[in-house]
């Protein structure tokens, strides 16, 4: 079974530091583009960042210059550094790739807009 696991959350203090990882889990045959996503309370899901395969880039205004999405294509991990995080930064982050194809009994299937369980981000001012 293909799974994202989002981990790296927790409570920070206003000025400091996260990094959030998620791993792709289970017979991944390749990963398209993978992104974070976050969701406040009483708020929409909304894009933070997004990277390629290939490795382009793309953030939302809010976070540029402050957070930094990579990947590691041989371990099938995306990463979200973030820093000067704000308390409007809190909210539940979620893994997604647009799709992800895996192997099962010796034939590849495809996975769509799949995601992660998330993982709370909490930032105290």
């Known amino acids: 079974q293909v799974q994202l696991v989002e981990s790296g959350g927790g409570l920070v203090q206003a000025g400091g530091s996260l990094r959030l990882s998620c791993a792709a889990s289970?017979?991944?045959?390749?990963?398209?583009?993978m992104g974070w996503y976050r969701q406040a309370p009483g708020k929409q899901r909304e894009l933070v960042a997004t990277?390629?395969?290939?490795?382009?880039?793309n953030y939302a205004d809010f976070v540029k210059g402050r957070f930094t999405i990579s990947r590691d294509n041989a371990k099938n991990t995306v990463y979200l550094q973030m820093n000067s995080l704000k308390p409007e930064d809190t909210a539940v982050y979620y893994c997604?790739?647009?799709?992800?194809?895996?192997?099962?009994?010796?034939?590849?299937?495809?996975?769509?807009?799949?995601w992660g369980q998330g993982t709370q981000v909490t930032v105290s001012s």
């Open positions: 990277i390629s395969s290939g490795g382009s880039t």
């Open positions: 289970g017979s991944i045959f390749s990963i398209n583009t």
């Open positions: 997604n790739t647009d799709r992800i194809r895996y192997w099962r009994g010796g034939r590849v299937y495809d996975l769509y807009d799949y």
